[in-house]
């Protein structure tokens, strides 16, 4: 199906913008060929609702098909550029294909110790399934595949018998992170144990900021800050959050590292309670990660990052002592690293505090994006010292 862009737009999808916005009576998997008013050819993609857009952008070239040629190339190139990773001997766990930045957006692969998990983000991309599944088993050596569908009504996640091919994993599969321990489950909806994403952030925690620290991990899901914390020499690691399960999730991941877990923390428990608690407590910490989904809603609190991070950054900066540091992490896609940044100035003017910010994180590297679509880059953490 043809797609008539307007001239204002046609210059933005020519310099490689991904995501097409134009309304389209297109299926969910067909071929969307975009033109500028003249008729001549300025891309072809396919089409598939997601969050604002209607479909993805496949290639700038006239001449190239999207048939098993084209998916086996880009996947063949993805692996290719995460060769580094397959090749690591501490790190097992990684993302081999990441969206748009790796040429076809709707659809993520991650591998964890050769189980290949595919994510599929809208309706259309997995009507090329077939051709996606061949080129897989053509570029990656693998124990077992599986998949997930992430295109509930809302993005939310599809239920369903997630096996494709090769041997079923038993969970959880263990898998290392710069030689770290973790415990990957595919059975228990879309969250699989960890995020691969911050990886880099985990890193440096460990090897830069725990050693002889009191450390707080807020939102912690599964410990995995805790855990490279305490390995990297904290003297204590607390662990806050409200879904029963983390307890027993962050006590496996101490488990598998050696961490004594009667010597770490765990508090099932809303962070916003957990702040009153400790300002009556006058408990204070060297280290505070800070990473709270995009939005969250418990019984008592609502919270969204576009409009309340910075309130919870002066939550947390009234615990953290003088000279501790806050690492402030945020995946909310709705702004970018320059406000995230104005958030945290704004944080510290109203708690009267100096701040500086030590270093700053996005994505690591096997999460590719493009420059041309700043949205694809989603993650920003600043490690901001309290004065
Ligand atoms: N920082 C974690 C990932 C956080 S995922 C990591 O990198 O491993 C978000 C977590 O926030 C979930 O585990 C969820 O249970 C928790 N959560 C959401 N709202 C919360 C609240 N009000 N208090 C405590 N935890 C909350």
């Known amino acids: 199906m043809k797609i008539i862009i307007k001239s204002k737009y046609v210059s933005k999808y020519k310099k490689g913008y991904p995501l097409i916005n134009e309304e389209t009576k297109s299926k969910n998997g067909d071929i969307l060929t ?70 076809i957006g709707g659809m993520t692969i991650d591998y964890f110790d050769g189980f290949v998990l595919i994510n599929w983000y809208n309706k259309g991309i997995i009507k090329f399934r077939g051709e996606i599944l061949k080129a897989i088993k053509n570029n990656i050596k693998y124990k077992g595949i599986y998949e997930k569908k992430r295109f509930g009504d809302s993005g939310t996640y599809v239920e369903e018998d997630e096996f494709v091919c090769g041997n079923r994993a038993s969970f959880p599969i263990i898998v290392k992170e710069n030689n770290v321990n973790f415990a990957i489950y595919f059975d228990d909806g879309a969250m699989v144990g960890v995020f691969l994403d911050q990886r880099d952030v985990r890193r440096k925690i460990m090897e830069r900021y725990a050693n002889n620290k009191i450390a707080l991990n807020t939102f ?37 590292n050696g961490v004594d877990f009667n010597a770490n923390e765990i508090i099932v428990e809303d962070v916003f309670n957990y702040f009153k608690y400790a300002e009556k407590k006058n408990l204070m910490y060297d280290l505070i990660v800070l990473d709270p989904p995009s939005f969250a809603r418990s019984k008592k609190f609502k919270f969204s990052a576009n409009k309340d991070y910075k309130d919870l950054l002066k939550q947390i900066i009234k615990i953290t002592r003088k000279n501790g540091v806050i690492v402030a992490s945020t995946n909310c896609a709705l702004f970018n690293m320059t406000k995230f940044k104005e958030f945290i100035k704004l944080a510290f003017e109203e708690s009267n505090k100096e701040y500086e910010i030590l270093e700053s994180e996005t994505l690591p590297r096997d999460f590719k994006t493009l420059k041309e679509f700043k949205e694809g880059n989603y993650l920003k953490v600043c490690f901001i010292k309290v004065k």
């Open 34 to 103: 975009l033109v500028d008013e003249n008729s001549k050819f300025l891309a072809r993609g396919y089409a598939g609702k997601q969050n604002k857009g209607t479909g993805w952008i496949l290639t700038l070239d006239q001449e190239e098909r999207i048939d098993d040629k084209f998916f086996d190339k880009k996947i063949k190139e993805a692996v290719k550029y995460r060769k580094s990773f397959f090749e690591s001997e501490v790190t097992n766990a990684f993302r081999v294909f990441n969206n748009e930045g790796d040429g």
């Open 220 to 256: 912690s899901y599964t410990g995995a800050f805790s855990v490279f914390a305490a390995l990297g020499g904290a003297k204590k690691t607390v662990s806050v959050d409200l879904a029963n399960r983390s307890r027993e999730k962050t006590e496996e991941h101490f488990a598998l």
